[in-house]
């Protein structure tokens, strides 16, 4: 069946503009994750969608960071006023979640969006 | 101190070679671990989950030890393509399997003929 898809991309921007990303899960699947991943660097945990659950976002880096998840499918990550800082590979996952009966939850990694800010 | 550390290499071995690769997490009350594979410019991707006792799943070996907060990943036989990154993955929510998962920077293999 289909992955998790993220559009667009690739997306440069000019400093200070506003930037969303998006993300399809898969379907079926509840819960849903973006993380970033910085040049040499880890994978950075952003923030987490369960159901209609309050998202946890405790990894969101500063305000101009925010994210959606409506109808608890589709999720949109935008980022307000730019930075240089914010360039990165922005990666979307998904999972059964509360959906699955598992003792483990496997999450299934979209393909990313590259921010380049200039 | 970061939850989960790993040698970042890079490894580079021959065909045939077997090569282990190993990470330590912080917390103590982490739940679940796992391997996934990141190859160049793509997404990472489940390898394998790692339980208590221990896992094989063919030519990979993957073990826990909760006592020193270590896992380890064996690969026997290597092939060219399992040339790739290999991260290790820690779910630190007590009591639970979901939620956000701590990536260690990877572990760079790189199999040569």
């Known amino acids: 069946g289909a992955g998790v898809s993220q559009s667009p991309s690739n997306k440069v921007t000019e400093k200070g503009k506003d930037v969303e990303l998006r993300c399809d899960p898969i379907?079926?699947?509840?819960?849903l994750y973006w993380y970033r991943q910085s040049l040499g660097q880890g994978l950075e945990f952003l923030i987490y969608?369960?159901?209609?659950?309050?998202?946890?976002k405790s990894g969101l880096p500063s305000d101009r960071f925010s994210a959606e998840r409506t109808g608890g499918s589709v999720s949109t990550l935008t980022i307000q006023r730019t930075q240089q800082e914010d360039s990165a590979v922005y990666l979307c996952?998904?999972?059964?979640?509360?959906?699955?009966?598992?003792?483990?939850?496997?999450?299934?990694f979209g393909p990313g969006t590259r921010l380049t800010v200039l | 101190r970061k939850e989960v550390e790993q040698d970042p290499g890079p490894f580079n071995v021959p065909e045939g070679a077997t090569v282990a690769f190993n990470c330590t997490y912080s917390?103590?009350?982490?739940?679940?671990f796992f391997w996934y594979r990141q190859d160049c410019r793509k997404e990472p991707k489940l390898l394998m989950s790692?339980?208590?006792s221990g896992n094989e799943d063919g030519r990979f070996t993957a073990q826990l030890n909760r006592a020193s907060q270590y896992i380890s990943l064996l690969i026997r036989d290597s092939k060219l393509s399992d040339s790739a990154t290999y991260l290790c993955?820690?779910?630190?929510?007590?009591?639970?399997?979901?939620?956000?998962?701590?990536f260690g920077r990877g572990t760079q293999l790189t199999v040569w003929p």
């Open positions: 993955v820690v779910n630190s929510d007590r009591g639970s399997t979901l939620g956000r998962l701590y």
């Open positions: 969608f369960q159901g209609n659950s309050a998202p946890d």
């Open positions: 790692v339980y208590s």
């Open positions: 917390n103590s009350a982490s739940q679940s």
């Open positions: 996952a998904s999972s059964l979640g509360l959906a699955g009966g598992y003792s483990t939850d496997t999450q299934y």
């Open positions: 379907s079926g699947h509840t819960a």
